[in-house]
Structures are given as C-alpha cells and as structure tokens.
C-alpha cells in the first residue's frame, strides 16, 4: 500500500458519499408526490421505487466504502508500486479516477433520466391518447440518442477509458518536456 | 511553489470554471426579462453587472489564483524547479479533463441537437428566403435563446477541456513562472514580507 492507494481510497470514498447524498436526496421527493399527488404516483409504486433506491444505495456504499481496499487496488494496480513522485506513475492512475468519477456521475444521469421518463409514462397512461403523446414528446429519437451516447460514455468510463487515458498521458508527457525544454532554453 | 499549492492551485481552478458555468447557468435575467417589461439600458446594466461578477470570480479563482493558492496551502517544501513544472502540468491537466468530464455529461443532448442542424438548416434558410417566414426551430423565446447559446457555449468549453486546455495551460504556466520569480525577488529583498 502506497501513497497513491490512500489517495485512490480517499477520492473512491469522496465518490460514494457524494452519489448516496444524491440517491438520498431523492427518496423523501418520491414519498413526498405519493403522498401529496396519488393521482400521479402511487404510494406501493411509491414505496417500491424507495426500496429499490435503498437497494442502489446499499450496494453502492457497499462497493465505495467497504471494498474500495479492493476497488483501489485494481486501479491503481496491486503489488509493490513506486511512490507517485516517481512521475509517470501517479499520473494514470489520477486519470482513471477522475474518468470513473466522471463516468459514475454520467450513469447517474443516465438513471436519472430514465426514472423521469418512467414517471412521465405513469403520468400519461391514465390520459387519452396519452400514449401517442408520450412517444412524440418525451421518446423522440433525439432524447433516446442523448440517453443512449451518455449510458456509452459512462460505461466506458467507468471502465477506466483506456484509450483516452493513455491519449491523455502521451500528451501530458509531451507538454512536460516542452515546458521543461523551453525552462532550459531560457535559463542559458 | 509547494505541493500543497499546486494541488490548491488546481482545486481552485476546477472549482472556478464550476462556478462559471453555474453562475452563467443561472443568469436571473432570461427568466426576468422574459416576463417583466424593461428598459434595453437597464437590462444592458444587469448584465454588465453580471459579466463583471462573472470576471471577478473568474479572475480570482481561475487566472489569478496564484496568491490565494500561497495563502490557502502555506509555505513548505519547495520543488526542484523541473519538478515544480512537471506537477504543476500533471496536475493542472488532470483538474482540467476532470472539469471537462463533468462538464461533458450534459453537453450530449446539445451536441446532438447541433448535429441535427446541419439537416435542418438548408430548409430553414429557404423558407427565410423565399416564402419571408421564420421557421420554427428559430422561434424561441428569451430564455430558449440564452439557453441555447449557454449550451452550446458549455458544450465548447467541455471539448477545450477535455483536450487538456492547451492555451490555458501555457497562459499559466507563463504567469505561475512570472509570479514565482517576483515573490522570490520580494522574498530576497525582504524575507519576512511573505509571511
């Protein structure tokens, strides 16, 4: 265990507080429409809808607090590491984080999104022709490619996007030596 | 320049362009001006006044952030001038593509919107010529419009980021070096000044 991995810990648990405050937030609204709107939410659709965000919620603390001894590793990489003032090292593995981060906050748009959109459906099953109202203004092909590039772009970043992470440190090496380069050209 | 002060360098560039995009984001006047009558001046004044808050907290937290960053981290262990350079690259850099990560999220649905103009824009310019009407994709409101402009403009920003904001980094690069070699003069001529 190094520096790099107490740091990776530290962002993992920064990361998981952060979406339970926001998964969290979202329960009491939930209960708050079942209760004050029926017509609009029921109350066991209401109470399922709870249980299933206590379930995220759950697994989420789960994986980000419990087991980002293990998580921490696999990013960073296991075995005896280098310290990260070693340069090159510390500099992926900061870019991996930053990229699942990134990515968990673009699947929770994703979720986000799709939760409004099945609100939406309820809302406009009880109407006339609610149906066909529905799929012309909330399922049009434009909001259903959003929901599909972000479900892509979170995914692959969550899964560490490789090759951006690898673009984005051959580019970071290059202006390194550019800017030290340039530091020696001006010093003699 | 210490770690700790690249490091709060660093935050407190991500945390500026957050506060940019917020404030510009929440501009009170799209949605006042949408529904009150007032005078062009006066809403030429607000956002004048806006854009000047807008620069302050741009100019404190994103360009000129080098004296706060000293006041926030303290003075410690100093770098080997290469290393100085090579942190401040990394880690600026890494701030920059994090922002640009958050930013890229939301930036979908206009850049898909902005690809579906390229198809829709041919017609919309023939009906401005030739039958003298306004097509709908253009009928928008106050709001509509600065929504739109700020979106696009979010999108842009998103991009610059996420290819490491070049010019940006330079510019900083530049000014940290100014800056660090005039606190070192000060520093010569009166050791106690900066503390």
């Not at chain 1, 992926?92 to 459906?121: E, F, H, K, Q």
């Amino acid at each position: 265990m190094n520096r790099m991995h107490t740091l990776a810990k530290i962002m993992l648990s920064g990361i998981g507080i952060f979406f339970a405050i926001r998964l969290l937030s979202t329960i009491p609204t939930l209960l708050w429409v079942a209760i004050t709107q029926p017509s609009d939410l029921s109350l066991p659709l209401a109470l399922f809808w709870t249980a299933f965000l206590g379930l995220c919620l759950a697994a989420l603390l789960y994986v980000f607090l419990y087991r980002r001894e293990q998580l921490a590793k696999r990013i960073v990489g296991a075995g005896e590491l280098a310290q990260p003032d070693s340069h090159i090292l510390w500099l992926p593995a900061a870019l991996r984080l930053v990229c699942i981060a990134a990515g968990l906050y673009s699947l929770n748009l994703v979720i986000w999104n799709t939760t409004r959109i099945l609100a939406t459906y309820l809302m406009y099953r009880s109407q006339i022709h609610g149906h066909t109202t529905f799929t012309r203004r909330v399922l049009s092909t434009e909001s259903l490619l959003s929901w599909l590039v972000m479900a892509a772009l979170g995914i692959y970043l969550v899964c560490g996007a490789p090759h951006f992470v690898r673009w984005q440190v051959k580019k970071t090496l290059k202006q390194c030596r550019q800017f030290g380069a340039k530091e020696t050209t001006v010093k003699s | 320049m210490t770690k700790m002060q690249v490091v709060a360098k660093t935050i407190l560039t991500v945390l500026g362009i957050h506060a940019i995009v917020a404030l510009c984001g929440n501009y009170p006047g799209q949605y006042l001006f949408a529904t009150q009558e007032i005078s062009v001046l006066s809403e030429a004044l607000f956002f004048l006044a806006f854009i000047l808050g807008v620069a302050f907290v741009g100019y404190f937290m994103v360009f000129g952030n080098n004296q706060l960053s000293r006041k926030m981290a303290g003075t410690a262990e100093q770098f080997v001038p290469r290393d100085q350079t090579d942190w401040l690259v990394k880690s600026l850099r890494v701030g920059l593509v994090f922002a640009g990560l958050m930013l890229l999220p939301r930036s979908v649905p206009i850049l898909i919107r902005t690809a579906k103009l390229f198809f829709l824009i041919r017609p919309a310019v023939s009906d401005i010529i030739v039958s003298k009407t306004v097509p709908d994709i253009l009928r928008l409101s106050y709001a509509q419009w600065y929504r739109t402009i700020y979106e696009f403009l979010k999108a842009i920003l998103a991009i610059y980021l996420l290819c490491g904001a070049p010019y940006f980094l330079r510019w900083q690069m530049r000014h940290s070096s100014r800056t660090e070699a005039a606190t070192k003069k000060t520093e010569i001529a009166d050791p106690g000044a900066t503390n």
